[in-house]
């Protein structure tokens, strides 16, 4: 990502993120807030400043130790940087009144900075000190509401990371300094990643291995020896039951109007290390691939070079116009989404080398071909890694099945 100018470091674990950048992460948060709210949450956003009075109630302000960044403002008062907002959501619902249970299930996430203290920032975006992270948070009548609440939100992780096309397993974790009974990661097994996980070859089951005693080697429900792998955590889920909401008086009113505490769940995301990990995991040596849905532009054009008999005698440039035009006019979702490498003093194998070190899906290039009639344009398919010679039907064809988020 730095090679290819994706982002920039600014001081250990913090980095800029440039506009290539942004836009893959703006495409990915659409497709979160598609798949929250197909399971009915709302979207919010919290303060990234919390008062240490919360997080002393929970006992979190000395449990966290150095991973919590603390500050005080000119009256001494105590605040951290949010890591994750358990205890300001609470503080939240709690202090809606009257509270029906007829008002339940409360599914409520953002999209926001968060931080945290890392002693060793490594790897980029994969472990830094500041970085975006969808949380949501869940508050239910039950344990078996907020179970069914559980499996409904990591059916929605599941079906993101097949929209992305990514290789996830959902493993069980350890609860950690977040709390709760039940847990789990989704994984991308990657070579750099820091967790050891193992895993059934039939799938039956699979866990981070700081939750087995070191005996088990074997799966639980057919016997096959578990094979070990590590992998790079995306996302967690934690059912917490009342461990916050005891401590904030997060109550609803039953049916017999008595108030009962909420029981809760809590869903993280890494957005800035989806894009890390999924570069991470599908990229070759020398080019980047993203997700196609998240690519931050889906098609490059490359006319001739300047001079060259491509553009002198057969006018490549205009008929490469001429596709522009027509794709827009057939597809306007794509106008936005495409760019013209008009570097036209380069030779077009210098512009497509370039086109892959940023992961274009499609690369147009107006080549030797287009002096013949009609003309014929050369079409890289980067992920399927495949090149197509295609006339302007052809390639608005291909690209018609093209999706933006």
């Excluded at 029981?263 to 800035?272: A, D, P, S, V």
């Excluded at 596709?323 to 008009?342: F, I, K, M, Q, R």
């Excluded at 210098?350 to 079409?379: C, H, M, T």
């Amino acid at each position: 990502m730095l090679q290819a100018g994706l982002i920039h470091p600014a001081s250990p674990g913090c980095y800029h993120y440039l506009p290539p950048t942004v836009r893959a992460m703006e495409k990915l948060v659409r497709v979160v807030d598609e798949e929250m709210q197909a399971v009915a949450g709302q979207k919010l956003n919290m303060p990234c400043l919390s008062s240490a009075e919360l997080w002393r109630a929970s006992g979190r302000w000395d449990g966290m130790g150095p991973e919590l960044f603390r500050l005080a403002d000119r009256h001494g008062k105590d605040y951290c940087l949010g890591p994750t907002h358990e205890e300001a959501v609470t503080e939240l619902v709690a202090a809606q009144s009257n509270l029906s249970y007829k008002q339940l299930p409360l599914r409520l996430y953002q999209v926001t900075r968060k931080f945290r203290d890392e002693p060793k920032p490594r790897f980029g975006l994969l472990r830094s000190r500041e970085f975006y992270m969808k949380d949501m948070y869940t508050f239910d009548t039950s344990k078996e509401a907020a179970q069914h609440t559980y499996n409904l939100v990591c059916d929605a992780y599941c079906s993101l990371f097949d929209r992305l096309g990514l290789p996830y397993v959902k493993v069980q974790a350890a609860t950690g300094s977040i709390g709760g009974t039940v847990s789990h990661e989704f994984q991308l097994p990657a070579d750099i990643g820091e967790d050891r996980l193992v895993l059934c070859p039939a799938r039956h089951f699979a866990a981070n291995m700081e939750t087995l005693n070191g005996e088990q080697t074997s799966c639980p429900t057919c016997g096959e020896k578990l094979t070990q792998t590590k992998g790079i955590e995306v996302g967690h889920t934690f059912y917490l039951g009342t461990k916050y909401s005891s401590v904030s008086n997060a109550v609803f009113y039953s049916p017999e109007n008595k108030p009962q505490l909420a029981e809760m769940g809590c869903y993280g995301l890494g957005i800035t290390r989806i894009l890390a990990a999924s570069i991470e995991v599908l990229s070759t040596e020398d080019s980047i691939r993203w997700p196609s849905l998240i690519a931050p532009y889906q098609l490059c054009f490359i006319p001739p070079k300047r001079g060259s008999k491509e553009e002198e005698e057969e006018e490549g440039a205009t008929l490469l116009e001429r596709v522009y035009n027509d794709l827009t006019e057939a597809l306007p979702h794509l106008a936005g989404d495409s760019v013209l490498d008009d570097r036209t003093q380069l030779t077009i194998g210098k512009r497509l080398k370039d086109a892959n070190k940023l992961g274009y899906p499609y690369v147009v290039i107006a080549g030797k071909r287009v002096s013949e009639d009609p003309p014929v344009f050369e079409v890289w398919n980067q992920n399927a890694g495949e090149v197509l010679f295609l006339t302007k039907e052809g390639v608005i064809e291909l690209l018609s099945k093209v999706q933006v988020p």
